[in-house]
């Protein structure tokens, strides 16, 4: 046997240090599985016929399938405790504009009777905004355009708007569609690991934040995808997440592209605020859409796992 300098040797021990320093995963006993390990599919959302105003004939939701394992979450009373999390489908993405147009326009339906149902499907789905959401202002005072139809992701949304969306895509494609819980949420975050905070620089490479996003969402998908494949996990558009199946109004989970640096994050969360709404001009406020400024509003599907649900 080599007899081992002693610089190899203070290697060896600086390198033993670090490995027993490392954070253990949060989920489970096991290593987090990597996204090459985890199962994916789609699910796709199709239009009735094509319309002459639209060449649209389909959006697909890409779904990731998350192992089981369980995630550890601070509670409003400031203690830790264990939640288990099912395998379930999570979006890879935040819901985008070209599957929430084909719900929002009713453009399942064929085009006689998208126009027949026109006033029920307002009602029933989401009433057209009063002013464009997919449009704004951003930090310099510039508008900015994202049509529908492209990869930004769906924005200004309310919170009952997004449970009428899911509720009809699981009536649309036969599967079982809601939003996220909490702690299902977080655990995709945390890709099965402890609680994510990067510093500015590997938040860059992740995430658009106020550092980066010129004051405005971007198109989704653009950044470094997490462990598990998932993407804007952490900034772009907040997303809704469930922490009381009581609650109607929401909770913002990860920060989004408007808020500082240290606030984006996977502990990250954002309540409901009158402010979202301050400038509707329904009476009551709309719960369709938020105030047309209000961009940081968005969210992301989960769906049931097929043999769970057997």
């Given amino acids: 046997m080599r007899p081992v300098s002693m610089t190899a040797a203070v290697a060896i021990t600086a ?183 990067p510093d500015a620089e590997d938040l860059d490479a992740v995430a658009w934040h106020a550092g980066n996003s010129g004051g405005k969402p971007q198109p989704a998908g653009k950044k470094r995808p997490n462990a598990w494949g998932l993407y804007d996990m952490l900034g772009n558009v907040g997303e809704f997440v469930i922490r009381d199946p009581k609650d109607d109004k929401g909770l913002l989970a990860g920060g989004s592209y408007r808020d500082e640096a240290k606030d984006v994050h996977s502990a990250a969360r954002e309540p409901y605020s009158p402010a979202w709404q301050k400038n509707d001009e329904e009476r009551p406020p709309s719960t369709s859409w938020l105030n047309w400024t209000v961009h940081h509003v968005g969210f992301r599907v989960v769906m049931e796992d097929d043999e769970d649900r057997r």
Wanted: glycine share 6%.
């Fill in 15 to 197: 390198a033993a240090v670090l490995a027993a320093l490392a954070p253990r995963p949060a989920s489970s006993a096991d290593a987090p599985a990597a996204a090459a390990q985890l199962k994916s599919r789609t699910v796709t959302i199709r239009c009735a016929e094509s319309r002459t105003y639209t060449k649209q004939e389909k959006a697909d939701v890409d779904l990731v399938l998350l192992p089981a394992g369980t995630v550890t979450l601070r509670d409003a009373d400031g203690r830790d405790r264990a939640h288990a999390v099912k395998p379930v489908w999570i979006s890879r993405y935040e819901t985008r504009w070209d599957e929430i147009e084909i719900f929002w326009r009713g453009l399942d339906l064929p085009e006689r009777e998208q126009r027949e149902r026109w006033p029920e499907l307002r009602k029933g789905r989401m009433e057209s905004p009063w002013a464009p959401p997919w449009e704004g202002l951003d930090e310099d005072g510039q508008r900015w355009t994202s049509p529908p139809g492209t990869w930004y992701p769906a924005n200004c949304i309310h919170f009952q708007a997004a449970r009428r969306y899911v509720a009809w895509l699981s009536e649309h494609t036969g599967k079982k569609f809601r939003l996220p819980t909490e702690a299902e949420w977080e655990y995709a975050c945390r890709a099965g690991g402890p609680p994510v905070k």
